[in-house]
């Protein structure tokens, strides 16, 4: 191919012209495509969602620490109602 940033020399002939145009429309076609991917964000939410199901389902201790975390509030939860209710009772017969 002729390239002729000066403007010296000869003409690119058409097959030349033809190339750079097959090139430019290629490469046009995968920026396209590359924002397309960038602008869907659904797409991108099921793959990361898939990824952490795939690395939960490789890890089963994630979802046991998970499970446990889970109970440990559950029971500090349940602790502080009852001290809540017995300090009330408490007061109420003292009354």
Same mark, same amino acid.
């Given at each position: 191919? !002729?390239n002729?940033p000066?403007?010296?020399?000869a003409a690119?002939?058409?097959?030349? =012209?033809?190339?750079q145009v097959e090139e !430019?429309?290629?490469? *046009?076609?995968e920026t396209?495509e590359a =924002? &397309?991917?960038?602008a869907d964000l659904k797409? $991108? !939410?099921r793959?990361k &969602? $898939? $990824?952490?199901?795939i690395r939960t389902r490789?890890?089963?201790?994630?979802p046991?620490?998970?499970?446990?975390a889970? *109970? *440990?509030? =559950?029971?500090?939860?349940? /602790?502080?109602? /009852?001290? $809540?209710?017995?300090s009330? *009772?408490?007061?109420?017969r003292?009354?």
């Open positions: 191919m !002729t002729n000066d403007g010296h020399g690119p002939s058409t097959e030349e =012209l033809r190339a !430019t429309r290629r490469e *046009l076609g396209v =924002l &397309a991917a960038r797409a $991108q !939410t793959a &969602a $898939q $990824q952490a199901a490789d890890n089963p201790s994630v046991v620490a998970a499970g446990m889970a *109970l *440990l509030a =559950l029971a500090l939860f349940i /602790r502080r109602k /009852r001290q $809540q209710s017995h009330r *009772l408490t007061r109420w003292h009354r």
